[in-house]
């Protein structure tokens, strides 16, 4: 069984594409910028596990848009 499970993470997570998104996002920074882990341990050896354990850990939130505001990558 896979750790975190996608039903623990939809109770973090409203959907399973933001999940997915924030997961993305945050697996790119992990392996652009190495030694970025914020969890003392992982499960995971790959960088969208650690993602995902790092939203249930609630160490990585999603941001709700102000939709007056536009994002750095939404240019």
Do not use: C, W
């Amino acid at each position: 069984m896979l750790y975190p499970s996608i039903d623990n993470l939809l109770t973090k997570i409203d959907s399973k594409y933001s999940l997915v998104s924030v997961a993305a996002k945050r697996a790119r920074y992990m392996q652009e910028n190495k030694g970025s882990e914020v969890l003392h341990s992982y499960e995971s050896h790959k960088f969208v596990g650690k993602a995902l354990e790092e939203i249930y850990a609630d160490e990585l939130v999603m941001k709700k848009k102000n939709m007056n505001e536009t994002y750095s990558d939404e240019v």
